[in-house]
């Protein structure tokens, strides 16, 4: 199948194809005329990959994921380290999204939000950093 018809199959966009292409994620068979050719294989390795993005891994948390999914010898505890180590990551981005929201809920109480000019958030984007 065509690249079009392997981002209608997955749901990825082909500049999304190409580029997994580019860094070698997949590699699609090659037509005598250049254009590329998707195997149901490929498609399964597109498809295994926009679930693995959706769900926030890097590229190469893709990578390794992908050669562990590949290795029929695999340890299930190698799997299960990479998803910890971005169960971490998830866990620190929402900790800081929740001091983000503390700091920006706290600003949006001290100002009056009147036709005044002075504004504790302005004020507080201003000011020098800290540390």
Excluded: W
């Excluded at 679930?51 to 926030?56: N, T, V």
């Excluded at 010898?73 to 503390?102: T, W």
């Amino acid at each position: 199948m065509n690249i079009g018809d392997a981002a209608t199959r997955t749901g990825l966009p082909s500049k999304t194809i190409r580029y997994y292409e580019d860094i070698g994620l997949v590699t699609p068979d090659r037509d005598r005329n250049g254009y590329r050719s998707f195997s149901d294989q490929h498609v399964h390795k597109l498809a295994f990959l926009a679930r693995a993005r959706a769900l926030g891994f890097t590229i190469e948390d893709c990578r390794t994921l992908l050669a562990l999914y590949e290795d029929d010898s695999r340890a299930s505890a190698d799997v299960r380290a990479v998803a910890q180590a971005h169960m971490r990551q998830i866990d620190e981005k929402i900790a800081q999204l929740g001091a983000m929201r503390d700091t920006l809920d706290r600003l949006v109480s001290a100002c009056a939000g009147d036709s005044r000019p002075d504004c504790p958030i302005l004020e507080d984007l201003a000011a020098p950093k800290s540390g």
